[in-house]
């Protein structure tokens, strides 16, 4: 029930944030959430000593670039067909693994590559879909700086934990943010003064409920269980987003959108349920 809570409180998250752009720019909006979340979580994990450096950059590429490309191309385009192209964030991050990391995907997470690849392809071929092309390319720029973002999570290995990485990845990105905000967007001031109860809400469902409860349950999952049973949970994202947005903005994707996006779900699935074969032993320990 927790795990199946995650995808829940972020898949929701989207459709609130897709509310929030109505009334905020999209590096302020996010500007405020990591801001807000910081606020919350800092006084109650460990500072990272040593650790500043790395976990400034990771903030500036996997937070505060990856966020503001998600996001303004969230503003464009439905929040339906946003999540279905954020999953491209799980074929990226294989393929950078395989380029950077030399790791070996194996042909079935090649195969879900491809599949994953030729869902956005037949989505974005739609002709309603013509007027969208920036939103699209912008969304799915966001999903492949999440995925070197991860790379340099990965590369800072165990040295800082889950929960105090989220806090301190905030503490930078909310300031980056907002100061990128005032350098590239304008009309802040009037939305502070003019921002309806949906305008503060999404702010406080994205920085308290999809940051700081969002990923306190996912880091407790991931504790708890293996990885390679927890990942395919995150497959129900865009059934939660998708209702959701139909729901509470009205939105009503189209059969060939749907139909783009399970073939990118059958992709990531593909990925997500290979089976890491072992390592052979190296029968010189025996020696």
């Known amino acids: 029930m927790l795990a199946a809570s995650v995808p829940l409180v972020w ?20 500007g405020m959430r990591f801001t807000l979340a910081a606020l919350l979580l800092v006084w109650f994990v460990p500072i990272p000593r040593n650790h500043f450096k790395h ?3 990771i903030a500036l590429v996997g937070s505060t670039i990856q966020y503001g490309l998600t996001f303004t191309g969230l503003s464009y385009i439905d929040a339906s067909l946003a999540i279905i192209i954020v999953h491209l964030e799980v074929p990226f991050s294989v393929l950078l693994a395989a380029i950077i990391l030399g790791e070996r995907p194996g042909y079935q997470r090649w195969l879900g590559m491809l599949l994953a690849f030729m869902g956005i392809a037949l989505i974005a071929g739609q002709p309603q ?10 969304t799915a720029g966001g999903a492949m700086t999440w995925a070197v973002g991860q790379l340099m999570v990965k590369r800072l290995g165990r040295a800082v934990a889950g929960l105090p990485l989220i806090a301190w990845i905030g503490v930078f990105a909310g300031p980056q943010m907002l100061l990128g905000s005032f350098l590239l967007e304008d009309g802040q001031t009037d939305a502070l003064y003019n921002a309806s109860w949906i ?51 009205g939105e009503q994707p189209s059969p060939q959108i749907l139909t783009g996006g399970g073939i990118v779900l059958a992709g990531v699935a593909a990925i997500l349920f290979t089976r890491t074969k072992p390592e052979p032993p190296d029968l010189r320990d025996k020696a």
């Open 199 to 249: 305008g503060w809400g999404s702010v406080a469902y994205l920085g308290i409920v999809m940051t700081v409860v969002g990923y306190g349950a996912w880091f407790t999952v991931l504790a708890r269980n293996p990885m390679s049973q927890v990942m395919p949970v995150l497959l129900l994202l865009p059934v939660f987003t998708i209702a959701s947005s139909m729901l509470l903005l």
């Open 11 to 30: 898949g929701l998250g989207f459709t609130v944030a897709k509310a929030g752009l109505a009334e905020f720019p999209p590096l302020f909006l996010m």
């Open 55 to 57: 976990i400034f950059w």
């Open 129 to 138: 879909i013509a007027g969208q092309v920036l939103g699209v390319l912008l």
